[in-house]
């Protein structure tokens, strides 16, 4: 086994736990049931890429209890009342709920569960927010509009590149979201008229894609039914119903009305000064409730589900408390509400702040990275998710991140890539970002089994739940070995990750597939480690005493 080195402040420590590189294992198929929690096996025992937290409890954990560790979810709307979660929900005990005062002079009346900070006191709520293509145009537009780059000045050709490639962007997309709106009020008239002249000519009012083989069988002369007929194939193969071209139709409109138009006032039910990092004391207390994107939810699940009621999932730690805490909608997250968000988190006690999403431009980032450091200040782990466009974000900028001029700006700030469980050229999620100097970590992100919302549970993908696995680890850490600082944490879980010496596959910006070691794909070039990281964690907690 190889040593490693970690260093953390004035301690020198040598380790050879489990941080050999592993070797290439064959493509392993396993079960629905093994799927559900292939993320907490241990690649030596089971032969599964996970992150051998079974073995950590099974070996390290059976007889202790730690502290409690508040986890803040920057996130959507939760499902506070979820059968597995409810018992994990943080509660503000110095705050009385609904009596209309702020009990505990924090500025936010009545947060007894976290804050939501798109909404009012009127129980409205942003469903649709910008992206942040519109609000860099929109910031720009009076300055550049119509401008080439040579009619600007030196200081600001910067801003100008931004402005001109968003405004590109977000004319494309515009274009993109006329097209795929006109093409689903087609398929609802044909799905309509389709559906009416066959059951019409078949006799019966539903009808199978069976029944649609048999009818061309027939020596069908109408020319019409032989269109409708391919046309209903093709939607039946594909599960396509009235209803999911419903849907579609409803995103596009949301999409070009909404998101992507520069006339949509996004802060018209907030109501604050958006241009004013200051004010801060905005939104309403109800964390919860049903909105078009349900991400708080699985994200939730992963971090801090209910280990031992022998219900659906089990999260990483008993001892995590979830403080939801609302600023994402559908669209892009406001670099104000980011940065205002992580404030109330550190403010209100979280020691992790879990961050599942991203965006490709930024209006605000000096807003942002004020936040970042404010949190260092106070000790707390940030952690956010790479991304799911499957490039390197040491080439292309992706926010959130904590460096500038190429600089880190803190200690305490972690980008996590999502990883399979099988250990082949596949090990590295196929939709992952990565980067060797802008991701730190991997952690599963493929086919993960997690809470929904109304007391069910579902498979889902992403870096965005690759994230709250290492948010969970990290708070585990940090709850049976509270001495511990931030930055501390952070360097025990890259340098404690399982090693993989092996070619993965990934895809250059033009989609072409290319063979790189997973070792170059993240600072750390590891998958996290529960198992490594605790038994590092109690060495490093020790030498601290």
Known sequence: MKKHILIIGIFVFCTTICLSQTPLSKKKKLSQEELKTWVHKDYKQDTI?????????????????GKEIIVAVLDTKLDIFHEDLKDQIWVNTDEIPNNGIDDDNNGYIDDVNGWDFLSNNKEEFVAYENVEIVRVVRKYDSLFKDKKLEDVSKNQKLAFQIYTKAKNKLESSLDRYKVRLNNAYTDYETFVKATKLIEKVLK??????????????????????????????????????LESI????????????KMYNIDYDERKVVGDDVKNINDRFYGSHKVYGRVPFEHSIPVSGILGARRDNGIGIQGISNNIKIMPVVMVASGDEHDKDVAVAIRYAVDNGASVINMSWGKNFSTEETWVHDAIKYAEAHDVLLVTSAGNSRRNIDEQKYYLNDYLNEKEIANNFMVIGANNYNATEKLAASFSNYGKEHVDLFAPGVKIYTTDTNNKYK????????????????????????????????????????????????????????YVPFSELSKSGKVVNAYNALVLAAKVSKKKK
């Open 49 to 65: 890429a996970g992150t051998s937290l079974e073995k950590a409890y099974k070996e390290l954990l059976p007889n202790k209890k």
């Open 459 to 514: 498979f889902t993908r992403g870096t965005s739940f690759a994230s709250p696995i290492v948010s969970g680890i990290a708070a585990l850490i940090r709850s049976h070995y509270p001495n511990l600082t931030a930055s501390e944490v952070k360097m025990i879980l890259m340098e404690s990750g399982t090693s993989f010496d092996l070619n993965v596959r990934i895809f250059d910006e033009n989609r072409k597939k290319m």
């Open 246 to 257: 419903k849907e579609d139709i409803e995103y596009y409109e949301n999409g070009l009305y």
């Open 204 to 241: 019966k009012e539903k009808f199978t894609v069976l029944d649609l083989y048999n009818l061309q069988k027939t020596e069908q002369k109408d020319t019409l039914v032989i269109q409708y007929v391919s046309f209903m194939k093709k939607k039946l193969r594909s599960s396509t119903t």
